[in-house]
T-cell receptor
Framework: DVKVTQSSRYLVKRTGEKVFLECVQD?????MFWYRQDPGLGLRLIYFSYDVKMKEKGDIPEGYSVSREKKERFSLILESASTNQTSMYLC?????????????FGQGTRLTVV | AQTVTQSQPEMSVQEAETVTLSCTYD???????LFWYKQPPSRQMILVIR??????QNATENRFSVNFQKAAKSFSLKISDSQLGDAAMYFCAYAIIQGAQKLVFGQGTRLTINP
């Protein structure tokens, strides 16, 4: 069974802390994505990666960075957490286009910054 | 930039009835995929149905079907014989085929099933 695993379901951090959200997939997928989900705004793409060490900015990259040192792992980093980064974060992975493209999602991490 | 718009924040339907969720998108690409994803209260996002833009035939998966109008850039989801388990957030999404795949989502529609 395919699996995308996010390291935490719930996280509470203080303003100014450096926060790491980890995502691991076991499907040998090339593409990995980080989204944030907010009511009324849907899923907004923060960053995505189409290969190891390769990354592309999404629509809302400000305040975030990412790391993909290994194919199966894609980390989202909040360099200095702020209250406006309180949100649900979803990780996803997929094969390259024309090989499937269905995205598989993790369970999400609900991050609260206080 | 590609955008996906779902104009219905909430919809409700009686159990066993049919409901249609709307989605429009904007793109200059000719080759792409469109998707409907479902997110139940458990938060696990699940693929419901997908459509490849070069295929004229509308995709169907059991009780779920789409009405794909490429010229109008419209991609609606029809759920027939609605069941209580269909209650969820539904997201329309778009992905280009060439280059680095970027999956773009709409705002979502919350579907309630009334028993």
């Amino acid at each position: 069974d395919v699996k995308v695993t996010q390291s935490s379901r719930y996280l509470v951090k203080r303003t100014g802390e450096k926060v790491f959200l980890e995502c691991v997939q076991d499907m040998d997928h090339e593409n990995m994505f980080w989204y944030r989900q907010d009511p009324g705004l849907g899923l907004r793409l923060i960053y995505f990666s189409y290969d190891v060490k390769m990354k592309e900015k999404g629509d809302i990259p400000e305040g975030y960075s990412v790391s993909r040192e290994k194919k199966e792992r894609f980390s989202l980093i909040l360099e200095s957490a702020s209250t406006n980064q309180t949100s649900m974060y979803l990780c996803a992975s997929s094969l390259q286009p024309r090989m499937g493209t269905e995205a598989f999602f993790g369970q999400g991490t609900r991050l609260t910054v206080v | 930039a590609q955008t996906v718009t779902q104009s219905q924040p909430e919809m409700s339907v009686q159990e066993a009835e049919t409901v249609t969720l709307s989605c429009t998108y904007d793109t200059s690409e000719s080759d792409y995929y469109l998707f409907w994803y479902k997110q139940p209260p458990s938060r696990q996002m699940i693929l419901v149905i997908r459509q490849e833009a070069y295929k004229q035939q509308n995709a169907t998966e059991n009780r779920f079907s789409v009405n794909f109008q490429k010229a109008a850039k419209s991609f609606s989801l029809k759920i027939s014989d609605s069941q209580l388990g269909d209650a969820a957030m539904y997201f329309c999404a778009y992905a280009i085929i060439q280059g680095a795949q970027k999956l773009v989502f709409g705002q979502g529609t919350r579907l309630t099933i009334n028993p």
